[in-house]
């Protein structure tokens, strides 16, 4: 459980640096001298390094022991976070973050990877959700922290205590991990990496992540302006709504995991389900705060419950070629991201008004059911069984 920490204090410092930048970006902005939605390119930007760069940079890092790959990108991280808090201008800093992002998304390609592979199979699920926990942990102490930081003491101190942050992790890490963590005897080819990406088990959880942050950024992206507009709660209320969905979401990334190891595909379809019906319920009861509170906290408990099973399959069907189909993991997620806002803004944008985005997510959820079931019924009657990883064959 040691490594696991390790692993987890990392991702958190990742998660925390890639979200905190939202409850900061005012003072940001007004520091560099540059508008808001200028300043909100730092957002993107980010985004784009991790969809992007992560892959290519697991790809070209994929010879080197993975406890060093992991510490060397906490080293990364740790400079990139003092490099911002000392950024001159605009600029600068957006290609400092973009270069933070590329660690980023090679980070949890690789941690995923060693992460399963210090655990027995049956734990491979819990496994996956403690590295998505750093996420989940950083949106619920890591971004208020940072944000309060940042109010005290500017936006600066903000990234000189993520860049403490980094040093914990690589301490945590050159302390904890096992020196063969996520070693193999022999790296797959890149053409093996790609072959492996063809496997039905592996494009349609692909797909299921699509939908899925359809299913959550769709309406999460505007969640603010539906809380204020549609079910008419105080602003001074919003952020604890906020705080009570990432508690649920916390719970449901290990209630998530827990579920992966006990029936993979029979839980990740029931919680597909499940959400299509959350979200069904998001739009009926919207305009009344109590029990639109209480279906928020639920769908974000759904929302990370439902990653933990997709991603532990993806691992599972490309173990024995990791490198490209993990790092595929947090630049998917990004690209769904993107995706999912963008649709969102066009639905608002055509009048639909933001009642309507959780229907849209609902659409996704049941398209994403559709998907599992025939990917479950697909590989029954191939009965073909996941592969051995590299470093037993």
């Known amino acids: 459980?040691?490594?696991?920490?390790?692993?987890?204090?990392?991702?958190?410092?990742?998660?925390?640096?890639?979200?905190?930048?939202?409850?900061?970006?005012?003072?940001?902005?007004?520091g560099l001298g540059v508008s808001i939605p200028t300043a909100g390119y730092l957002v993107s930007g980010y985004a784009c390094g991790i969809a992007v760069g992560g892959p290519l940079l697991a790809l070209a890092t994929k010879t080197i022991s993975r406890k060093t790959l992991l510490i060397g990108l906490a080293i990364a991280f740790t400079i990139g976070q003092a490099a911002c808090a000392l950024a001159p201008d605009f600029t600068s800093m957006l290609l400092l973050r973009i270069a933070v992002a590329v660690a980023h998304g090679a980070y949890f390609g690789v941690a995923m990877v060693v992460a399963v592979g210090l655990v027995p199979e049956d734990k491979r699920g819990m496994a996956v959700a403690v590295i998505l926990s750093g996420l989940?942990?950083?949106?619920?102490?890591?971004?208020?922290?940072?944000?309060?930081?940042?109010?005290?003491?500017?936006?600066?101190?903000?990234?000189?205590?993520?860049?403490?942050?980094?040093?914990?992790a690589i301490a945590a890490m050159l302390a904890l991990l096992p020196r063969t963590a996520g070693s193999s005897n022999s790296p797959a080819s890149l053409s093996h990496e790609v072959r492996v990406?063809?496997?039905?088990?592996?494009?349609?959880s692909l797909i299921l992540m699509l939908?899925?942050?359809?299913?959550?950024?769709?309406?999460?992206?505007?969640?603010?302006?539906?809380?204020?507009?549609?079910?008419g709660l105080d602003e001074s209320l919003v952020p604890?709504?906020?705080?009570?969905?990432?508690?649920?979401?916390?719970?449901?990334?290990?209630?998530?995991?827990k579920l992966a190891d006990w029936k993979l595909m029979p839980s990740l379809i029931t919680m597909l389900l499940l959400q299509a019906l959350v979200l069904g319920v998001i739009y009926a009861v919207s305009p009344y705060p109590v029990p639109m509170v209480v279906a928020i906290v639920i769908w974000g408990g759904l929302n990370f419950a439902i990653g933990a099973p997709i991603q532990t399959r993806i691992l599972a069907w490309t173990a024995d070629a990791s490198n490209l189909a993990s790092s595929l993991i947090p630049s998917g997620f990004n690209v769904g991201i993107a995706l999912a806002a963008s649709l969102g803004a066009a639905m608002l944008n055509a009048g639909y008004g933001y009642r309507s985005l959780p229907v849209v997510g609902a659409l996704a959820m049941l398209v994403?059911?559709?998907?599992?079931?025939?990917?479950?019924?697909?590989?029954?009657?191939?009965?073909?069984?996941?592969?051995?990883?590299?470093?037993a064959e």
């Open 368 to 391: 994403a059911v559709a998907v599992a079931v025939a990917s479950q019924v697909w590989e029954g009657r191939s009965r073909v069984a996941p592969p051995l990883p590299a470093a």
């Open 240 to 257: 604890w709504v906020l705080l009570l969905n990432g508690v649920g979401a916390t719970i449901g990334v290990f209630l998530g995991g």
């Open 211 to 231: 939908m899925l942050m359809i299913g959550q950024f769709g309406l999460f992206t505007y969640i603010t302006p539906t809380l204020l507009e549609v079910t």
């Open 136 to 168: 989940t942990v950083s949106n619920v102490i890591g971004v208020p922290a940072g944000t309060a930081i940042g109010n005290l003491w500017g936006w600066r101190a903000t990234f000189w205590v993520m860049g403490a942050l980094g040093v914990a």
């Open 1 to 30: 459980m040691l490594p696991l920490i390790a692993l987890f204090i990392a991702a958190f410092a990742f998660g925390t640096t890639e979200f905190v930048i939202a409850g900061v970006l005012p003072q940001v902005a007004g």
């Open 197 to 204: 990406l063809g496997r039905q088990q592996v494009w349609t």
